[in-house]
């Protein structure tokens, strides 16, 4: 795809979700062959706005494209928008790519997380995800990962049992419940019957003790104890 052909690309999927451009700014579109999977990202200043997608997605379609750079659009433009065709058939390629992500991604301890919480809650019907650790965050700890079929946990819960099954439970329920858009396009990560799903886990208290662990942990990284 040429540099001229992405701003035609680009430009379309704007005018389509607003009915015009909203503004000036410069709308470029990259590929990035450092993203992983189907990642993407969007930048923007007050002169550009720039779209960067993984090179997979140059084997798909100019409307699935287009649905990406739609959703990404909502974050950058502040005026209202009409959902599109293009969003329906991006939302549907993206909870459907975790039937068809290679499995390549293992941690024991996780693996055993995975698998009491599968077996507990899940009915062991939940599909195989990748797992690995992430750094250790205080504030995200753990987040799914819809492009790549990764669930990524925060290294503090390493040892920790019951707190790393509810965060693995959490992130589950992404999976299980996908990603969600409201009439206007925007993404809804925890819908109501994701919460209600929620309440299912085991210890009631766990919030409470999730909190209190995260805030011990992080008072002591802080003072180096």
Not at 22 to 27: E, H, I, T, W
Not at 41 to 68: C, D, M, P
Not at 168 to 181: C, D
């Amino acid at each position: 795809m040429t540099q001229e052909k992405c701003s035609e690309v680009v430009k379309d999927a704007i005018i389509d979700l607003y009915g015009t451009l909203p503004d000036n700014r410069d709308l470029i579109l990259v590929f990035n062959g450092r993203f992983k999977g189907y990642n993407a990202n969007v930048h923007y200043n007050s002169k550009y706005v720039e779209f960067r997608l993984s090179k997979a997605w140059k084997e798909h379609s100019t409307s699935l494209i287009q649905g990406l750079i739609q959703s990404l659009a909502i974050k950058v433009y502040n005026t209202s928008y009409q959902r599109t065709l293009q969003i329906d058939l991006y939302n549907n390629f993206i909870n459907n790519l975790p039937k068809y992500t290679k499995i390549d991604e293992y941690d024991e301890e996780l693996s055993a997380s995975f698998n009491r919480v599968n077996n507990k809650y899940f009915d062991d019907l939940m599909d195989k995800v990748n797992l690995k650790w992430g750094s250790r965050a205080y504030r995200k700890l753990g987040h799914y990962e819809y492009t790549t079929n990764t669930v990524v946990i925060s290294e503090i819960f390493k040892g920790e049992e019951l707190l790393l099954d509810y965060i693995m439970f959490h992130e589950l329920l992404h999976k299980k419940h996908g990603l969600k858009k409201t009439k206007n396009g925007r993404n809804i990560h925890h819908s109501k019957d994701f919460r209600k799903d929620e309440k299912r886990f085991e210890d009631k208290n766990i919030e409470k003790k999730l909190n209190w662990f995260v805030q011990k942990k992080k008072f002591k990284s802080l003072f180096g104890f």
